[in-house]
């Protein structure tokens, strides 16, 4: 089979779409929808976000140096969409939504009550790289929605949240579980005599 060539461009695909929360004072709060997000260092833990100099979120991040990465999912699909479309610059997002802002931990931020994990970020470093300035920021703080905390083992069940992925300018679902990590190098158990 031949390979089809395309111009160099962004195809670094399914991501997370997250939603960006930021401002320092209730009336500045306001959300972005953000898919070039990751993370970038196990310890210390370390994400990073890049986004548009033009965007409100912008000059809000860059003067606060704070921000939330808030998971989505399948029933914030419209949402985390609605709030990629349009700009804080001339709606009150929150208001729109329906979503709810709630008291970080350690930032000024807010979080997204609705969204089942929250990262608190304190931004280190703004690199800009062209059409995009990155975040490169230091996780402060995580808080999860307790209604995805398995009682029984106390382990914290993300998939129960249904999480929301975006690929190639498409929302899915996350689809089948296939393996866990290791899964493909884990020694068969010998059969006991
Ligand atoms: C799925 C999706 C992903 C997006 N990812 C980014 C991104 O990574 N960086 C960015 O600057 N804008 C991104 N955008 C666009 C912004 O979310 C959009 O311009 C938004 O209206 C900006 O809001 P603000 O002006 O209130 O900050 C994305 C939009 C969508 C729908």
Known sequence: MERIHFKPGTMVYPLPAVMVSCGETPEEFNIITIAWTGTICSDPPMCYISVRPERHSHEIIKRTGEYVIN???????????????????????WKETGLTPGEAKIVK????????????????????????????????NISVNEKYLDRASGKFNLSAAKPLVYSHGFYFGLGKKIGKFGWSVEKKPRNKK
């Open 109 to 140: 931020a807010p979080i997204i009550n609705e969204a089942p994990v929250s990262i608190e970020c304190k931004v280190k470093e703004i690199v800009p790289l062209g059409s995009h300035d990155m975040f490169i920021s230091e996780v402060v």
């Open 71 to 93: 998971l989505t999912t399948e029933e914030l699909a419209r949402a985390t969409d609605w709030n990629g479309c349009r700009s804080g610059k001339k709606f009150d997002k």
